[in-house]
């Protein structure tokens, strides 16, 4: 499907999903759209709803509260579809590993293709993480 | 500055032991008497009801509540213990104090706590919960940590 | 089958079948509010009676990615608090300078927020573009944009050194000219002030009933500003003036919130010139804490932050409360959402400034039989400003 891929690659439309964080990195990722970054001179843009989605954008650690909604969500997402944890929650837990309402096993819950790690990771970060995917997709 | 002794002299038959701080006093109360206290501090000092604490200890459940005088800068936390850990059950200053309703219900899911006479008992944080978790916060809770816990 | 929930921007969570706000309505009008909340709760209190008061203050930070200094500062209070501990001059200038600039940005990305919802764009690109410096400044001190990790209970972890100071004046001279315009292009308009003008009013004895605080307090006639009420670290020794409105509508609210960031500007350049000229340690250490109870507080950019500490002698807390001050800010909604029209509901929600971890924001609407049924709510907000330039 490497066609596919490439054609994907010209312009990426991206979902935000946030599953329990603090919100750093969600206003981070909002600050790529701001004119300072400005994300959309490479095609990128954040749509509306999960059925126009190309790229999932996961961020937070996620709560047990949340895991069965973030599967339903994963389900209704139209394959294929790569999956992006943003910072170090979706990653390791970050400091919230000693919790009682958090899941042991993120990628039971929702397979993770790249990781963008920091707390939060800076714009240019997750810059250099999107042209990763496109060249990924690029073959 | 502070007008503790104000304060100690007005309730001194409702109040139990005290500890006095630069601009914090921490006294204990009885269940029959908070909400006599919550209304002197609400209503007729002023007060602003900031939060309340709950917490296990070896002697019982303790609740301590948090009310601010912003006029002083000053903190008033009345404190009551309630012996019968297996069924803790106190009034409720919600009719006295709008504010308090949130932070009774959370006490209540955490610790299992009852508050008589509070409107809306239902859970505040862990209601709908997939793994039905119990009262996380008191010793004998049914919750395990998240190395045995299946995702 | 309950029907879903309608997103407020692309940016936001649109989990499907969770309801977080319920607003009942009758034909155009909202008649009550109802909320669910707990999906964000990580157990902050729970995990730090396992951490030392060194780790609790990196934990308390990613409480919320935007209050990110409130909570370690009055974290530090709280343990300063059981034993009286002082902390050196220098130290007090850095926390108040980190403190101000937080509130500067915070109230920036409302700001933002807010023009986005009405519909104004624009006013989006702008604030937001004019808040990467104070970031920057954030970088330039501390190292990083947020979650700085500068605080220690008995002072900071690193000096505002006095080749710094020279490019943070010039920042900040440059931030006071932009917001300056910004301000007069929202005063000034008239559609901005039909649309937000008389919406989502809490009287005063509202806000004193449900203790509301913060900017959502002051704006309803309630003087009520930790700064000015139990000052610490040095705002005692810098001058600003308390911004209390009468009207307690969204347009006071965002009066209180801009000319709060003059006052915060003012408040920075006051520490700089102090912390120009004076030298000394910037941290007290300390060897142990006893036993015993503390109780902390902050002026964070929603309000009143507090922490409550009691400690046993050993270097973990036994016990550690957070009170954010979202949680007694969004029952107000109550109060200020009933009889409004649904097009207004949005900007009503979003005036109380809840941080975003605090609420996730999707709304269920449901009739007065309990059915409920979706309607696009961010369309309706924007058509409604639509409609009242046009008829200017």
């Known amino acids: 499907m490497s066609w596919y891929n490439k054609r994907l690659a010209k312009?990426?439309?991206?979902?935000?999903?946030?599953?329990?964080?603090?919100n750093n990195c969600d206003i981070e990722i909002l600050d790529l759209l701001t004119p300072k970054y400005d994300l959309e001179r490479f095609g990128i843009k954040l749509v509306g709803s999960i059925r126009h989605a190309d790229v999932l954008l996961v961020s937070g650690v996620i709560n047990q509260k949340v895991a069965p909604k973030l599967k339903y969500l994963y389900s209704q997402a139209p394959k294929p579809v790569f999956v992006v944890g943003v910072g170090t929650c979706p990653a390791s837990g970050c400091c919230f590993n000693d919790s009682y309402n958090i899941t042991a096993n993120r990628e039971e819950v929702i397979p993770i293709d790249l990781y963008i790690?920091?707390?939060?990771?800076?714009?240019?970060?997750?810059?250099?993480?999107?042209?990763?995917?496109?060249?990924?997709?690029?073959? | 500055m502070d007008n503790f002794q104000e304060f100690i002299s007005e309730m001194d038959d409702k109040i139990g032991k005290i500890i006095e701080k630069p601009r914090r006093l921490f006294f204990d109360a009885e269940n029959e008497n908070i909400l006599e206290v919550a209304e002197h501090l609400f209503k007729k000092m002023g007060c602003r009801l900031s939060t309340a604490t709950a917490q296990e200890t070896y002697k019982g459940i303790e609740v301590l509540y948090h009310f601010s005088e912003d006029k002083t800068g000053s903190y008033y936390c009345p404190r009551i213990v309630m012996k019968d850990k297996s069924n803790p059950k106190m009034n409720s200053i919600s009719s006295v104090v709008k504010g308090a309703e949130w932070i009774e219900r959370e006490m209540m899911e955490m610790l299992g706590i009852t508050f008589d006479g509070h409107p809306h008992p239902e859970p505040l944080l862990t209601g709908n919960h997939p793994k039905e978790i119990k009262t996380p916060w008191r010793f004998n809770t049914n919750v395990q940590l998240r190395g045995s816990n299946n995702g | 089958m309950d029907k879903n929930v309608i997103p407020v921007g692309p940016y936001h969570p649109l989990l499907e079948e969770a309801e977080y706000f319920t607003l009942k309505v009758d034909g155009e009008t909202v008649v009550d509010v109802d909320l669910e909340?707990?999906?964000?709760?990580r157990g902050h209190e729970f995990i730090s009676e396992g951490k030392t008061f060194t780790q609790s203050i990196f934990?308390?930070?990613?409480?919320?990615?935007?209050?990110s200094t409130s909570h370690p500062l009055a974290f530090v209070h709280a343990v300063e608090d059981v034993d009286n501990i002082e902390i050196p001059l220098r130290a007090r200038y850095v926390r108040t300078l980190i403190g101000e600039l937080e509130r500067i940005h915070s109230h920036l990305l409302w700001l933002g927020l807010?023009?986005?919802?009405?519909?104004?764009?624009t006013l989006w690109m702008w604030a937001w573009k004019y808040r990467e410096p104070v970031l920057q400044m954030f970088e330039i001190i501390s190292g990083n944009r947020n979650h700085y990790g500068i605080m220690r209970v008995g002072g900071v972890a690193k000096d505002v050194n006095p080749e710094k100071v020279k490019p943070l004046h010039d920042v900040l001279d440059d931030i006071e000219k932009k917001i300056n315009m910004i301000a007069k292009a929202a005063k000034d308009d008239p559609v901005l002030k039909s649309?937000?003008?008389?919406?989502?009013?809490?009287?005063?004895?509202?806000?004193?009933?449900?203790?509301?605080?913060?900017?959502?307090?002051?704006?309803?006639?309630?003087?009520?500003?930790?700064?000015?009420?139990?000052?610490?670290?040095a705002y005692d020794l810098v001058e600003f003036t308390e911004i209390v409105?009468?009207?307690?509508?969204?347009?006071?609210?965002?009066?209180?919130?801009?000319?709060?960031?003059?006052?915060?500007?003012?408040?920075?350049?006051?520490?700089?010139?102090?912390?120009?000229?004076?030298?000394?340690?910037?941290?007290n250490k300390v060897k142990e804490i006893s036993e015993g109870e503390g109780i902390g507080r902050y002026e964070a950019p929603r309000g009143e932050v507090f922490h409550y500490v009691r400690t046993d002698g050993t270097n973990r807390p036994v016990r550690h409360k957070v009170r954010a001050p979202s949680y007694v800010n969004i029952p107000t909604f109550k109060?200020?959402?009933?009889?409004?029209?649904?097009?207004d509901a949005l900007i009503t929600l979003a005036a109380v400034d809840p941080c975003y971890c605090c609420t996730e924001r999707s709304l269920k609407l449901v009739d007065k039989n309990d059915n409920s049924f979706t309607l696009d709510l961010l369309e309706l907000s924007r058509e409604k400003t639509e409609k009242i330039r046009r008829s200017i």
């Open chain 3, 335 to 343: 109060a200020s959402c009933k009889g409004i029209p649904i097009a």
């Open chain 1, 117 to 139: 790690p920091g707390c939060p990771p800076k714009p240019e970060a997750m810059i250099e993480g999107v042209a990763k995917l496109v060249e990924v997709l690029n073959g």
């Open chain 3, 245 to 283: 409105t009468e009207n307690g509508d969204v347009f006071d609210k965002t009066v209180v919130r801009l000319l709060e960031i003059f006052e915060s500007i003012k408040i920075c350049r006051q520490c700089l010139n102090k912390l120009s000229v004076s030298n000394g340690s910037i941290i």
């Open chain 1, 11 to 22: 312009s990426i439309w991206v979902f935000h999903i946030s599953a329990s964080p603090c």
């Open chain 3, 114 to 121: 807010a023009g986005h919802f009405i519909g104004y764009d």
């Open chain 3, 37 to 41: 909340i707990g999906w964000m709760h």
């Open chain 3, 59 to 67: 934990l308390v930070e990613r409480i919320c990615g935007i209050c």
């Open chain 3, 195 to 233: 649309r937000l003008k008389g919406v989502g009013i809490l009287s005063k004895q509202e806000a004193v009933d449900y203790c509301a605080v913060g900017p959502t307090a002051r704006a309803s006639g309630v003087h009520i500003d930790v700064r000015k009420d139990e000052p610490k670290d």
